[in-house]
């Protein structure tokens, strides 16, 4: 945010870029005199490394984002829809852009850079017109993913982050919000090569709580909302080897995004909102 994250432009804060309306508490040394003598309104120089950064907001509306268990109050897509509109208000608040995307629909939804007053209601109103898929889409299909970066102009391990490549044109932060549930390599790969576009990267892997847990007992019948077969098992005699997977797919992701200088964060559904954005936030501040 303005004043707190780091600069594209460091060294170049003495030239000047344009103006914008004075607000209270600005710095008066920074008032434009003369052209408030012109035109009798007051406004402030802005300077290269004061301009606006875009924050770009992809969530994910797989099927499986859908997902809500049975002591939750919203699902993973709406919590993530939450979480976006509070990342987005701060973001504003603080005079820098927003866009916003999604990831996984076969008609995706884009909302272009905007820094105004107006653009927090076409957040929510971008927000209102996703819905998490209701057919059988996976970002990353297991196996698949490595495959298609044998080829060095390969542009990214799957269309969807192609237009991402596209529309991301701008050096800013990239926020994803997703489960992350497919495959490790596939998120890891295309996260890495968004990096290497100059972005900042921010991750919040949203998942519910039962997701981690598995606190069901006795015979459940399982249905994977992304396609793969119906499973009928004893909840209590998988439950020791199911954490153990879930546990090291995270902690996969956690340690690749580490590895690749990418923030990355755990956002439960059941998380008040601020503990995911502070976290979120803290590095960016720095």
Excluded at 46 to 64: G, L, M
Excluded at 223 to 237: F, H, I, M, R, W
Excluded at 259 to 268: L, N, Q, V
């Amino acid at each position: 945010m303005a004043g707190l994250h780091r600069s594209p432009f460091k060294g170049l804060s003495t030239e000047f870029a344009d103006h914008r309306d004075y607000t209270p508490g600005d710095d008066p040394r920074h008032i434009d005199w003369r052209a408030y003598a012109r035109s009798d309104r007051m406004s402030v120089k802005r300077y290269e490394d004061e301009t606006n950064f875009i924050t770009y907001i992809a969530i994910d509306v797989s099927p499986s984002m859908r997902y809500r268990g049975p002591e939750a109050s919203l699902s993973k897509f709406e919590y993530a829809q939450c979480l976006a509109a509070a990342l987005s208000w701060l973001v504003l608040d603080s005079r820098n852009a927003v866009a916003m995307t999604s990831l996984g629909a076969e008609e995706e939804i884009w909302l272009a850079p905007g820094d105004s007053e107006a653009q927090l209601t076409r957040v929510i109103q971008t927000l209102e017109a996703m819905e998490a898929e209701k057919g059988v889409r996976t970002l990353f299909p297991p196996r698949e993913t490595a495959a298609s970066f044998a080829d060095p102009q390969e542009k990214s391990p799957d269309p969807f982050f192609a237009r991402l490549d596209d529309r991301f044109r701008r050096r800013g932060v990239v926020v994803i919000l997703s489960d992350m549930l497919d495959d490790a390599d596939g998120w890891l790969t295309a996260l890495r090569l968004l990096k290497g576009r100059r972005h900042d990267i921010v991750v919040f892997q949203t998942l519910d709580p039962a997701e981690l847990d598995l606190p069901l007992t006795g015979v459940t019948q399982f249905d994977d909302l992304e396609g793969a077969p119906t499973v009928v098992a004893d909840a209590g005699s998988i439950r020791c080897a199911y954490r153990h997977e879930i546990t090291r797919h995270c902690e996969t992701l956690r340690r690749g995004c580490l590895a690749s200088e990418i923030d990355f964060h755990m956002a439960r559904t059941d998380m008040p909102l601020d503990e995911p954005l502070r976290g979120g936030l803290s590095r960016q501040q720095r």
